[in-house]
């Protein structure tokens, strides 16, 4: 379950659980229904609600393992009293009035912890366990990633895609060979200059050496 189809679910657990908060007890008290009747109009909304819960407490131990002793507490506080409550309409008495009283009893209890583990849920959504929040992450950026490639690009489309990326990759090997090309030129350069400095350099040391040549000739005449 991703934390969008999380926080999707976590609506339809609240909507669920104002219905049955709503609806069920105020009819059932004003109308006196019997359990039969009461069970007809609680059935759908106490079945999803357990539905929800059983999906909350699995991905709620997955994104916060630290908080597992307060999220099972919280589950079973409200799952008990909701099976109480279906046990209590179904068990034989000569006093069908009674079951109901004892039923709507029950179900005020699986509200109340009902409640309490939609907070629980909802604040544990908003601060994951900072691990586990990165991973999640990663594995929502991974099906992005996925769902992108899988979608179909018009051909006329993927032609020019085709031709861009080409074009690109000329321009690099253009770029690479302009550089190659640049070190090269900057290499004779210096070689040049370096060369030029020995030309320099030859006049001076030849004069240099002259004095000694012509005192030497004139020393023989």
């Known amino acids: ?19 049955v908060t709503s609806a069920i007890p105020r009819d059932a008290m004003f109308e006196r229904m019997p359990p039969e009747e009461l069970w007809s109009k609680a059935e759908a909304p106490v079945t ?3 539905s929800l819960a059983e999906s909350f407490k699995a991905y709620l131990l997955i994104l ?10 919280l589950f079973e506080a409200m799952m008990q009293p909701l099976n109480a409550f279906e046990e209590a309409l179904f068990k034989e008495s000569t006093d069908s009035l009674a079951n109901t009283k004892a039923a709507l009893e029950q179900l005020r209890k699986a509200i109340v912890g009902g409640y309490d583990f939609l ?14 929040k990165e991973i999640l992450k990663l594995k929502e950026v ?26 690109v990759e000329a321009l690099n090997i253009s770029l690479t060979n302009l550089e190659k090309a640049l070190n ?7 070689d040049l ?15 240099a050496q002259k004095p000694p040549e012509t005192e030497t000739k004139e020393k023989s005449s």
């Open 1 to 19: 379950m991703s934390r969008k189809s999380f926080g999707q679910q976590i609506g339809e657990f609240e909507n669920a659980l104002e219905q």
């Open 48 to 50: 999803q609600l357990k």
């Open 64 to 73: 916060k393992p630290e908080k597992a002793p307060t999220i099972e507490r």
């Open 119 to 132: 907070i629980l849920a909802k604040e544990i959504r908003k601060a994951p366990s900072p691990a586990i």
């Open 142 to 167: 991974y099906g992005a990633k996925e769902y992108i490639s899988s979608i179909e690009v018009p051909e006329t489309l993927q032609i020019r895609l085709t031709s861009l990326i080409k074009r």
């Open 184 to 190: 090269s030129v900057k290499k004779n350069l210096h």
């Open 193 to 207: 200059q370096e060369e030029s400095l020995k030309f320099r350099s030859a006049p001076v040391e030849a004069y």
